[in-house]
């Protein structure tokens, strides 16, 4: 058995490691890490999780190292960059959800994470992508850096384009909308529910970090595959659940059927990206709601005749593989695990 942990245990991405660890045939559940939850157990924290491990959640210091064989952190950015110096070389794996290490650029990372102060020699060790891309690089990695939740579903989108086709992304706008749980459980006066309920909340109009990682991303990738990637985001009243919608103006024509099919061939083989058409289903897809509580991205390329742009959605479960699942994926790669292994939960729905 692999023995995992787990730091930020109470927050909403903990808990959904917590779920998916306990049910994983390969992991056993050793540790769990906090701070304003010390002495809680799980079921303390998470009401959907009745469990009794005899783990409760322990202040983070080096000396449970020696008990775990990889760390999940589902902790703030400024913690992660400290954990990460803490843990770094005394745990074979690290898999870190938050930002910290995302930005490989100096000098973007400094823009977009201000408060976030990390040591250059670790970000330079970080393995950071979505697995369907960089899974190869994962095994046998010490440090890895997931993707947020919309630069999962954009970068998931925008890769048959740039890297599959060979296109030059001139220019992509993006417009996000996510639930209330991508703002984590921070208390925040617009979250309430009098203000939250029936919203369409523009709270990054004109800017996102999640666009300025996809585009750091793809410019070391492929040099030249992208111009301009900016995003507008837009918080809505589910729960769980994004949908990216990604307008994006290329250097050459290309028709809606060679399109799809490059998409299909570009994700062949690769089980949680499921390329569908818009109209093959009961309500058009991709819709958050037909991912709910899975590990998938669904994702659809049409091509706009009037605004000569290429339109691509992309919609997932923001804890599960915008976060927490694709946190598992990472590790089942990197201990030479199939992919799939306790991540084959079908969408609940309706939820």
């Not at 992508?129 to 947020?148: H, K, R």
């Not at 994004?242 to 998409?263: G, I, K, M, P, Q």
């Not at 991912?291 to 005749?305: A, I, K, W």
Request: with cysteine; aromatic share 6%; glycine share 10%.
């Amino acid at each position: 058995m692999i023995r995992a942990g787990v730091v930020g245990a109470s927050g909403l991405a903990g808990g959904e490691l917590i779920r998916l660890i306990i049910q994983h045939p390969d992991l056993e559940l050793t540790f769990l890490g906090g701070s304003s939850s010390v002495g809680k157990r799980p079921a303390q924290l998470h009401p959907g999780l009745r469990i009794d491990h005899g783990l409760t959640v322990r202040p983070v210091t080096d000396d449970f190292a020696d008990h775990v064989d990889v760390i999940f952190l589902a902790t703030p950015a400024p913690v992660s960059a400290e954990l990460v110096a803490l843990l770094a070389d005394r745990v074979p794996a690290v898999i870190d959800l938050s930002g910290a290490f995302r930005i490989r650029t100096p000098e973007l990372h400094d823009r977009w994470y201000p408060k976030v102060k990390r040591r250059a020699d670790l970000a330079d060790r970080f393995v950071y992508g979505v697995p369907e891309l960089v899974g190869d690089q994962f095994a046998d990695a010490a440090l890895i850096s997931l993707p947020g939740c919309y630069a999962t579903a954009i970068t998931l989108g925008l890769a048959p384009l740039a890297l599959g086709l060979g296109l030059e992304l001139r220019t992509v706008l993006v417009d996000g909308k996510s639930g209330s749980s991508g703002g984590g459980l921070k208390l925040r006066t617009a979250d309430l529910h009098p203000f939250r309920s029936g919203a369409i909340a523009p709270y990054a109009p004109t800017g996102h970090r999640h666009a300025a990682e996809v585009g750091d991303f793809l410019k070391r990738t492929r040099p030249g595959a992208i111009g301009s990637l900016t995003m507008s985001a837009y918080g809505v009243s589910h729960v769980r659940g994004l949908l990216a919608s990604s307008y994006v103006f290329t250097d050459r024509a290309v028709d809606e059927r060679e399109l799809l099919r490059a998409y299909l061939r570009f994700y062949k083989g690769h089980r949680f990206v499921r390329v569908r058409r818009h109209t093959e289903t009961l309500i058009p897809v991709p819709d958050p709601q037909a991912v709910l509580g899975s590990n998938f991205c669904d994702v659809t390329v049409l091509h706009d005749d009037e605004g000569d742009r290429i339109v691509v959605l992309a919609a997932l479960d923001n804890l599960v593989k915008g976060a927490a699942g694709q946190a598992v994926q990472a590790m089942n790669l990197r201990f030479g695990l199939p992919e799939e292994t306790g991540l084959t939960t079908q969408p609940v729905m309706p939820a």
